[in-house]
């Protein structure tokens, strides 16, 4: 776990606009990884902050119009000075509002990763899986769907779930790890997405391995957290969660991981 410990050794400020409900989850939960967490609201704070950071993250999940300029202007900068930025699209395969904000973010700017439930991917790439807000039904091929939105965007897709994919549009692979519990807390999805950019912020052009790493770890601490005591409660769970990240190791990692690669 190559990336694990480098995120843990190098510390990257991973710069976040991220939604309201979920701030001081990431905040919190980018410590446990080893990251430095920096959220931001003003362009002109973002253009200092930019130059010392690893990566940027975008989670449109409470996007308004102030936000959503925010984005744009976040965007050119993480572009211009050469920073990663993942893209969470929070919701998109529920509201127009937020497809429209997701497409013209993927369109207009260059993203390292794109990170979302079946439901959200699938609706970036005019496909339809079911979805009320930010959770999204299971969908049967998660591994098809990731490739199809990496070849259509050019970039790294984390499909997420009960089994996450991802690929860099060439290779594919599945995770079959985590924990029921993990959707039980909010935010673990959101969090997920910060901490890919951690990963990345620290793996110079090695984006997909970074990604499935960052999936990799994330999933065994989900486990670890559930078997935990009380871990089969949300509260508990919360808790554990994080000092899963914080404590998870390499050995846990390599040990439980069911990870398939397709060609
Ligand atoms: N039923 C499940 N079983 C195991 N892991 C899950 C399950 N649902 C989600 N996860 C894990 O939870 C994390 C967040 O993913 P997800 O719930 O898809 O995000 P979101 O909250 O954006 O919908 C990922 O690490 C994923 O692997
Ligand atoms: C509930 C909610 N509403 C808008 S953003 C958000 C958080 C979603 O977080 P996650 O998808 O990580 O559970
Ligand atoms: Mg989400």
Do not use: W
């Amino acid at each position: 776990m190559k990336y694990m410990d480098l995120v843990r050794s190098k510390q990257p400020l991973v710069i976040c606009l991220t939604n309201d409900v979920v701030k001081n989850f990431t905040a919190n939960g980018l410590i446990a990884v080893g990251a430095s967490p920096a959220m931001s609201a003003h362009a002109d704070d973002l253009k200092d902050l930019l130059r010392y950071a690893g990566a940027l993250l975008i989670n449109i999940g409470t996007a308004d119009e102030r936000s959503e300029a925010l984005y744009h202007a976040a965007m050119t900068i993480a572009n211009a000075y050469g920073v990663p930025a993942v893209l969470d699209p929070v919701a998109c395969g529920a509201s127009a509002f937020r497809k429209r904000i997701a497409l013209e973010l993927l369109e207009q700017h260059s993203f390292a990763v794109l990170r979302g439930n079946a439901s959200e991917v699938a609706a970036l790439i005019g496909e339809r899986v079911q979805s009320k807000g930010v959770d999204s039904q299971a969908a049967e091929d998660v591994a098809a769907i990731a490739q199809a939105a990496a070849k259509t965007y050019g970039l790294t897709v984390a499909v997420t779930g009960e089994t996450d994919a991802v690929s860099n549009g060439k290779e594919v692979c599945l995770l079959h790890n985590g924990s029921a519990m993990m959707p039980k807390v909010v935010g673990t999805g959101c969090l997920l997405g910060a901490v890919v950019a951690a990963y990345v912020g620290v793996a110079g052009d090695d984006t997909y391995e970074a990604c499935a790493e960052a999936l990799s770890m994330y999933a065994v601490a989900g486990e670890l957290a559930a078997e935990a005591p009380l871990g089969h409660r949300p509260g508990h769970y919360a808790v554990h969660f994080i000092d899963a990240l914080y404590t998870v190791t390499d050995e846990a990692v390599r040990q439980r991981l069911h990870k398939e690669v397709q060609a």
